[in-house]
């Protein structure tokens, strides 16, 4: 489900409010509250999806390369620097 919340000022008794594309053609259902300043929170917009990029790179490397390289990489953590 996806949810909108915006801190709006109203001017004559009017709220105008735009929706975004995935909202038309349907019903949904709107509650006004007056918003106390001192209570609202900062709402942060998503972040990039990086499931998106999930199986794009390309190494031209086989399984068992990278798996060594990882065991290589993983390897340098347990060295004792003492």
Known sequence: M????????????????????AFNDMRVEL??????????????EPGPDYKSLYG??????????IDAQLKLLRSEWDKDIS
């Open 56 to 65: 794009s790179f390309q190494s031209g490397l086989s399984i068992e390369e």
């Open 31 to 44: 509650i006004i509250l007056p918003a106390d300043e001192k209570t609202v929170s900062t709402v942060e």
């Open 2 to 21: 996806e949810a909108i919340r915006r801190i709006v000022t109203v001017k004559n008794n009017t709220l105008n409010v735009t929706l975004p594309d």
